[in-house]
């Protein structure tokens, strides 16, 4: 426990020390925003800073903190270091300077401002990869909150179609009418089921690893035979929206509509992504408890969690509320667990639609024209699905490609960041570091997994070899760059 508490306090001084710091740089000041310069009724109106703040939390959070900090666990206390360091110098500045960097540029979407820095090539690559994305995201979120709902009453593909039903009018109402307004209720869930869970841990004040004696890849350790990851990069592929996610850049800029003065940038992005790692670091914790605890790991004292170092992360999730909060506690804890993805899934569609009618400048005032984009997104997303639940592990095939594009979008993004701080001759180094790091993450990762390419030990080196590479060609642009101004 104390390897959290001092995670803890950690990610709060980030906020409050480094956050100030990353606002400093941006320079945010009183000139009048998007909401109020562009307002339409639709996208672009002004939210109180609270609901804003509540809307962008929901949006980024879906199940990543939850889920990815469970699977995360299993690799030991590391996890904590990855949460911590990564959500205060990658995640929450990627969050803050993208949310920004939009605002300034009028509310553009994320593939607009990759091609205003990053050339118009790049734009198109990752309009369509965004897009993509987006859908994925959107697919993932129906299924995950339909098997949870299901374990609690009512068939998986009644809840499907609900679920896309409300996906269908959340995504064409304007901002205000559902998300607006429904939105604070469930942030408010999925927070107190993380206070409550960690009032629990200090009441109960587990044996748990802690930093200094457990730094090594428990998992490996505790399951020699049939545990195949390796901390790099798995990692940091497996906590995403915990520490950096690049699904975070295609919703900052939903916000960044709707806020009346720069001066909430830094609560509402930067605290955001704060918040959501405070979440992962509760639930890495939960599960340490879960598959590490001593003198008993938590699976053998919760007689249903029969599959042991193995269960689920839902699994876990339901089987962890049920125990430690009891009835009410349980359910609302799982109304924050089935909220969190519903919502981010639904958000997922309207940036999708933003960024596709910002592409063809399509006017989203008359609804057809949102129907437009809408109806070949949904058609998409439903193939997808019936994909998925046709394939045995098609959940499974479609979240890893999800997790890998997901922290690819965010390399993109941190570029694209770098090369503005550049141009304003600012401290590029806030973006540059952690861009080189996720480079070499995600490019690692294609090499080695099971999944891409497979190249085991020949992986490592070629990940080496895209650092390098990313290095010489930044070097070489900042040359010429400063040569031609």
């Known amino acids: 426990m104390i390897s959290f508490t001092v995670s803890l306090v950690a990610l709060i001084l980030g906020y ?17 925003t998007p909401a109020i310069a562009k307002a339409d009724g639709l996208d672009y109106i002004a939210l109180p800073n609270w609901k804003v703040f509540m809307i962008q939390f929901l949006n980024i959070a879906g199940t990543g ?17 990855w949460i911590v360091l990564g959500c205060i110098f990658a995640g929450a500045t990627h969050d803050y300077l993208s949310g920004m960097l939009s605002m300034r540029n009028d509310g553009a979407g994320l593939p607009e401002l990759i091609g205003k820095y990053l050339g118009k090539a790049t734009k198109s690559v990752m309009l369509v990869f965004t897009v993509m994305l987006l859908i994925m995201v959107g697919t993932v979120f129906v299924y995950s909150p339909a098997e949870i ?30 998300i607006g307004k429904v939105y604070p209720l469930f942030a408010f869930s999925l927070l107190f089921m993380a206070a409550a869970l960690m009032v629990v841990l200090y009441v109960k004040m587990p044996q748990l690893p802690e930093l200094w004696s457990h ?29 950096i996610s690049g699904f975070h850049a295609t919703q900052s800029p939903l916000m960044a509509r709707c806020i009346k003065s720069e001066k909430m940038g830094r609560p509402i992005f930067y605290g ?10 509760i639930w890495a914790t939960v599960s340490a408890w879960f598959f590490y ?32 909060l009891g009835v009410v506690g349980a359910m609302l804890a799982m109304l924050g667990v089935v909220a969190a993805p519903i919502t981010s899934g639904d958000t997922a569609f309207r940036s999708g639609r933003l960024i596709v009618a910002e592409w063809l400048k399509l006017d ?5 024209k949102r129907l437009y984009i809408c109806i070949p997104m949904f058609l998409c997303s439903i193939l997808m699905l019936v994909w998925q639940i046709e394939n045995p592990d098609g959940f499974n095939t479609i979240w890893q490609y999800f997790g890998w594009s997901n922290q690819a979008l965010s390399v993109f993004t941190l570029w694209t960041l770098t090369v503005y701080l550049v141009r304003q001759h600012k401290p590029y180094w806030l973006t540059l570091i952690p861009a080189l790091f996720m480079t070499t993450v995600c490019s690692t990762f294609l090499f080695v997994s099971k999944q891409a390419f497979n190249m085991g030990e020949t992986g490592y080196c070629l990940g080496g070899v895209c650092f390098v590479v990313a290095c010489v060609w930044f070097a070489l642009w900042l040359r010429k760059a400063k040569a031609t101004e």
Not at 24 to 32: A, K, P
Not at 65 to 81: C, D, E, Q
Not at 272 to 281: H, K, Q, S
Request: proline fraction near 6%.
């Open 364 to 368: 989203q005032r008359p609804i057809l």
């Open 272 to 281: 955001a992504m704060i918040t959501e790692g405070i979440v992962a670091l």
């Open 215 to 243: 730094l090594y890849n428990m998992g490996k350790e505790a399951q020699p035979e049939t545990w195949t990851d390796a901390i790099f990069p798995a990692l940091f592929i497996t906590i995403a929206c915990g520490a």
């Open 149 to 178: 709902l299901h374990s609690m009453g009512g068939d998986t593909m009644l809840w499907i179609v609900i679920i896309f039903c409300y996906y269908i009018i959340a995504t064409m109402l304007p901002i205000d009418k559902i």
């Open 65 to 81: 903190p939850i889920f990815g900090a469970i699977m995360g666990a299993k690799f030991g206390p590391v996890s904590y270091l």
């Open 16 to 32: 409050l020390l480094y956050g100030r710091f990353v606002e400093r740089v941006f320079g945010s000041d009183s000139r009048v």
């Open 293 to 324: 605890g001593e003198p008993t790991p938590g699976y053998e004292l919760i007689a249903a969690a029969d599959k042991g170092f193995y269960t689920s992360a839902p699994t876990v999730v339901n089987l962890v509320c049920n125990d430690w």
